[in-house]
């Protein structure tokens, strides 16, 4: 999804302070992120309970990014501009559009279904996802992990053997064959590299500012704990290991915590169509 042309007003917020505010894009679905640039006296965003940070820029401008989960009910919601102190200064009406999201049945085996969690493996990609660290190594536009096509898309909802799980896919499966070198989707720092039971080999890089990705079913590493990443290193490669069946990269990018479709920020081709008895890949 292309990001539309931004559109920018100067007004006196609320508390009479002047603010030129630019969101992107113009028209933001459930999944997308929310881009808020911001020359003025706010230092908060908030959207429907969820508040995020304004980082400061270069240039002086304020920066943040409102993500807006797959569930979140499409209507209309208040952006709120805060200050320092979290006194309202800015608020325009938001419309979240409705994606669609397809649903997908995932065939897995009684074995792959079974597996259970690596001792700590949620809690450390928990605590991964609430971290947001204040400097900013990522810039646009970002690449994708590996060149292949997508065969099984963002925010889809997933049923596993036909029963509804009431959850969806948090990120996109790209295809790729094992040993293709997997590459970080931006510049920033390696905080996970770990092999888990459910996600496998398993890369988690954080971009800073709120943007964060994931990369899983690793079959190694290239990649060690702290170090500085660009989108020329290597994080890993290709694998089928952890709740996958068959060698692709399942990752996911989260902003400010939550994950969103990645095909906002980057050209994403999705695969052909798969025959209906081709196994899809469960994670
Ligand atoms: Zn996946």
Not at 62 to 67: D, N, S, V
Not at 88 to 96: E, F, K
Not at 114 to 127: D, M
Not at 222 to 232: I, L
Request: glycine share 10%; proline share 7%.
């Amino acid at each position: 999804m292309r990001w539309l042309v931004a559109f920018l007003t100067i007004g006196l917020g609320a508390q009479g302070f002047e603010l030129a505010v630019e969101l992107t894009p113009e028209h933001v679905h459930n999944g997308e992120t929310l881009k808020i640039a911001v020359h003025g006296a706010a230092r908060k965003a908030r959207l429907d309970r969820r508040t995020v940070e304004l980082f400061l820029q270069e240039d002086g401008s304020r920066f943040g990014l409102m993500p807006i989960p797959v569930l979140e009910k499409p209507d209309m919601y208040r952006l709120e501009l805060l200050s320092e102190n979290g006194t309202i200064v800015d608020s325009r009406p938001i419309r979240v559009e409705n994606a669609h999201y397809p649903k997908q049945n995932i065939v897995i085996s009684r074995k792959i279904a079974s597996l259970k969690p690596s001792p700590g493996e949620q809690e450390t990609v928990g605590a991964f996802r609430k971290t947001v660290s204040p400097v900013r190594y990522w810039r646009e536009p970002f690449e994708p992990p590996v060149p292949g096509c997508l065969t099984s898309l963002f925010g889809v909802g997933r049923l596993h053997n036909g029963r509804p799980t009431g959850d969806y896919h948090a990120g996109v499966d790209q295809r790729g064959a094992a040993g293709t070198p997997i590459h970080p989707i931006a510049a920033g720092v390696v905080k996970i590299v770990q092999k888990w039971n459910l996600r496998g080999g398993t890369v988690a890089v954080d971009h800073g500012q709120g943007i964060e990705s994931i990369y899983l079913h690793m079959e190694r590493f290239a990649a060690k704990e702290g170090e500085h990443v660009t989108t020329s290193d290597v994080l890993g490669y290709v694998g089928s290991t952890g709740r996958s069946t068959g060698p692709h990269v399942h990752w996911s990018l989260y902003v400010n915590g939550v994950p969103v479709n990645p095909g906002q920020w980057m050209k994403l081709e999705a695969c052909p169509a798969a025959p209906k008895r081709h196994r899809r890949k469960a994670k």
